[in-house]
């Protein structure tokens, strides 16, 4: 099989993997809707902000970013706490629920399906694919940057 052809195998079956292995939580779970796991997803890169300093980052009204995070602070994924270094001043900042919450949001693989369907296979045939993805990715890492942009046809 030449290049090409087994990179589009290649595609395919990942495609493949990743519709059977994705992450689904329960019915009834909560879910963060996608505006919040963006705004704590910002967070946890930004560090603590104050509602101003949210407002600039995305671009919205400090009313607009006071009500978000009253909502969030509502279903305990963030709170407020006093900055150290000037107490006038009080930063927002992911609770340990919110931390879970955005951890559960960002996973795309279960965990739990794949080990179901790797407890059919041998230590020796799992390692094996590991270590070939990781070597897949190693040589990822060793093309140009300018080379990686995707030409594929729309």
Known sequence: MNDERS???FVTLFHQIFLQFHHRDPPGTYLPSPE?????EH??????LTVGEAAIHFRRSQSTISEIVARLEGRE???RFPDERDRRRS???LTPTGLDALGRAQRILSVRRIERAWATWDEARRS???????Q??????SIP??????????
């Open 145 to 154: 940057q300018e080379e990686m942009n995707d030409d594929d046809p729309m």
């Open 36 to 40: 919040t796991v963006a705004f704590l």
């Open 43 to 48: 967070l946890s890169k930004a560090g603590p």
């Open 91 to 93: 930063l927002v900042w």
């Open 136 to 141: 897949l990715l190693e040589a990822a890492d």
């Open 7 to 9: 990179a589009e195998r």
């Open 77 to 79: 994924l963030v709170e």
């Open 128 to 134: 094996d694919l590991l270590t070939r993805l990781e």
